[in-house]
């Protein structure tokens, strides 16, 4: 298994710039999450999932886009870039019903400038 | 005032010292997280417990769920163990979503 796997582990974008973050896990969990952590500000959530074709807004969603189109996958999409995004992102997933252990992948570091 | 808050922030200790973490929360849950993150690192659960106690090597885990409370501890700790530990707890309605501390900063001196 590999686990939750996310591309790219670092990246440098322009202000206005597009790009997608990958997040992809091999464990057939149905939940599926993106968080962003800043210094002092601990761990927020964006966006979640609880299955393919389900997708729901956390704690800061704006600026933000997801879909899950297969259990494995879970995108997450800035459409316009702005530094306010320089963070890094975690990818968690986990079996759904009662609580499970999230696993979380390595991160990828944004920089906006 | 955060749903879920940890102390100390930053703590310094001897190698060799008895640490310990403590979490406050003030919402209903349906079990607690702890998570490790090294610097630069990704992060990796150590424990999900919902009640009492669990241990896992030098690391020992309690909740009181009653004073909405859980203690992480790490007996004989070495500078490997130097991270921030992360608390995080799970909502009593069961959607998975997490609610995360601000987290606490420790650093082991040899």
């Known amino acids: 298994n590999a686990g939750v796997t996310q591309t790219p582990k670092f990246q440098v974008l322009k202000t206005g710039q597009s790009m997608t973050l990958q997040c992809a896990q091999d464990m057939n969990h149905e939940y599926m999450s993106w968080y962003r952590q800043d210094p002092g500000m601990g761990l927020r959530l964006i966006h979640y999932?609880?299955?393919?074709?389900?997708?729901d807004q956390g704690e800061v969603p704006n600026g933000y886009n997801v879909s899950r189109s297969t259990t494995e996958d879970f995108p997450l999409r800035l459409l316009s870039a702005a530094p306010s995004q320089t963070s890094v992102y975690f990818c968690a997933s986990s079996l759904t019903g009662p609580p499970y252990e999230q696993y979380f992948g390595p991160g990828t570091r944004l920089t906006v400038t | 005032k955060n749903e879920v808050e940890q102390s100390p922030q930053n703590l310094t200790a001897q190698e060799g010292e008895f640490i310990t973490i403590n979490c406050s929360y003030s919402?209903?849950?349906?079990?607690l997280h702890w998570l490790q993150q090294h610097p630069g690192g990704g992060i990796v659960s150590l424990f999900m417990l919902s009640s009492g106690k669990k241990k896992h090597g030098r690391l020992i885990a309690t909740i009181n769920i009653q004073e909405k409370h859980s203690s992480l501890h790490i007996t004989a700790s070495h500078p490997r163990d130097s991270a921030v530990y992360i608390c995080a707890v799970f909502g009593s309605s069961n959607t998975g979503k997490l609610i995360f501390g601000q987290g606490t900063t420790l650093q082991v001196k040899p």
């Open positions: 999932s609880v299955g393919a074709g389900i997708t």
């Open positions: 919402v209903g849950i349906s079990a």
